[in-house]
């Protein structure tokens, strides 16, 4: 290898030195600038959509306060906890069941201990369930110091008094009169009497059980408060001559059930009775009885 040749492009002059440091330096000066100076020309933001953040940040802020807040309960009679409700304070299926079958007995729980013998729930959960019992007036009445007696002399008769209801027609029945029943609020007493005026009045106390809405509990204090009348003015329906159009307004029958009675007229001559509705296909057979009362078969 030729050194000699080598050592001598390795040699520079004095201009040439010179640029060289000249070039460095402009290269570090150009780094330092790099690093040091925001070239983004949109990095300033305007008094208004500083106010905005602010504003923002206060709303996350209060929103998730809100989130964190824990949600009202209320209080309850143990007695009548559904499967849902009892699924959603954390019982077991087995304990519902438990709770369900001695109901069945028409038995009650009248206390937490009760409660917990009955369910088998463990003290932990009836630790958290129990500041939301809400026995009946009597049952209270009975643990307090007062004695038996005087609570049968008074509470008792008060009792007695108001065990005296008043059964009206439910076709006869307002707003003010539904919502009287506990359980009734205004949507579902709004519910039943647009119910009522779609069908043209109720013809039996079953239907309660189609009003979304409506527990158990709730329908047999229904039926206590409220029975079915003659609906003396009752438009029924021509069930052989009815067209198409008024079938399917009609609450139980809708659109494709009304063609099929209508071609099942066509090809079978006319519907005798509410057992040719039956051999239709879409036709409720467990509300035959029911449909019966509002059709005209002659």
Same mark, same amino acid.
């Given at each position: 290898?030729?050194?000699?040749? @080598?050592?001598? #492009?390795?040699? #520079?002059?004095?201009?040439?030195?010179?640029?060289? $440091?000249?070039? @460095?330096?402009?290269?570090?000066?150009?780094?330092?600038?790099?690093?040091? !100076?925001?070239?983004?020309?949109?990095?300033?933001?305007?008094?208004?959509?500083?106010?905005?953040?602010?504003?923002?940040?206060?709303?996350?802020?209060?929103?998730?306060?809100? +989130?964190?807040?824990?949600?009202?309960?209320?209080?309850?009679? *143990?007695? @009548?906890?559904?499967?849902?409700?009892? !699924?959603?304070?954390?019982?077991?299926?087995?304990? $519902?069941?438990?709770?369900?079958?001695?109901?069945?007995?028409?038995?009650? =729980? &009248?206390? *937490?201990?009760?409660?917990?013998? =009955?369910?088998?729930?463990?003290?932990?959960?009836?630790?958290?369930?129990?500041?939301?019992?809400?026995? *009946?007036?009597?049952?209270?009445?009975?643990?307090?110091?007062?004695?038996? +007696?005087?609570?049968?002399?008074?509470?008792?008769?008060?009792?007695?008094?108001?065990? +005296?209801?008043?059964? $009206?027609?439910? /076709?006869?029945?307002?707003?003010?009169?539904?919502?009287? =029943?506990?359980? %009734?609020?205004?949507? %579902?007493?709004?519910?039943?009497?647009?119910?009522?005026?779609?069908?043209?009045? @109720? =013809?039996?106390?079953?239907?309660?059980?189609?009003?979304?809405?409506?527990?158990?509990?709730?329908?047999?204090?229904? /039926? $206590?408060?409220?029975?079915?009348? *003659?609906?003396?003015?009752?438009?029924?329906?021509?069930?052989?001559?009815?067209?198409?159009?008024?079938?399917?307004?009609?609450?139980?029958?809708?659109?494709?059930?009304?063609?099929?009675?209508?071609?099942?007229?066509?090809?079978?001559? &006319?519907?005798?009775?509410?057992?040719?509705?039956?051999?239709? +296909?879409?036709?409720?057979?467990?509300?035959?009885?029911?449909?019966?009362? !509002?059709?005209?078969?002659?």
């Amino acid at each position: 290898m030729n050194f000699k040749a @080598f050592e001598s #492009f390795l040699k #520079f002059n004095k201009e040439q030195r010179l640029g060289i $440091i000249v070039l @460095f330096t402009l290269i570090i000066i150009l780094q330092v600038c790099y690093y040091c !100076y925001d070239f983004n020309p949109g990095s300033k933001q305007s008094l208004q959509e500083l106010q905005w953040i602010g504003l923002q940040s206060t709303l996350d802020y209060e929103k998730n306060a809100t +989130k964190n807040l824990p949600k009202q309960q209320y209080a309850f009679n *143990p007695n @009548f906890i559904s499967d849902y409700k009892g !699924y959603k304070l954390g019982m077991s299926t087995q304990e $519902i069941d438990r709770l369900l079958a001695f109901r069945k007995q028409n038995k009650f =729980v &009248n206390s *937490p201990e009760e409660f917990q013998r =009955v369910t088998q729930i463990s003290d932990s959960l009836l630790e958290t369930m129990s500041p939301l019992f809400k026995f *009946p007036n009597w049952v209270e009445y009975k643990k307090s110091t007062k004695p038996y +007696k005087d609570y049968k002399n008074q509470e008792y008769q008060a009792f007695a008094k108001k065990e +005296k209801v008043l059964v $009206i027609d439910i /076709n006869q029945a307002d707003k003010e009169a539904l919502m009287n =029943v506990y359980g %009734i609020g205004d949507a %579902i007493s709004t519910r039943i009497l647009k119910q009522k005026e779609a069908l043209g009045g @109720f =013809v039996s106390m079953e239907q309660m059980d189609e009003i979304w809405g409506l527990s158990p509990e709730v329908i047999e204090k229904l /039926n $206590i408060h409220f029975k079915v009348g *003659p609906l003396l003015n009752m438009k029924k329906i021509d069930i052989n001559n009815a067209s198409l159009k008024e079938l399917s307004q009609f609450h139980y029958f809708r659109y494709a059930l009304a063609k099929e009675i209508i071609t099942y007229r066509s090809m079978n001559g &006319n519907i005798k009775n509410i057992e040719d509705l039956t051999k239709i +296909k879409g036709f409720s057979v467990d509300k035959a009885k029911i449909i019966a009362l !509002y059709l005209d078969f002659k």
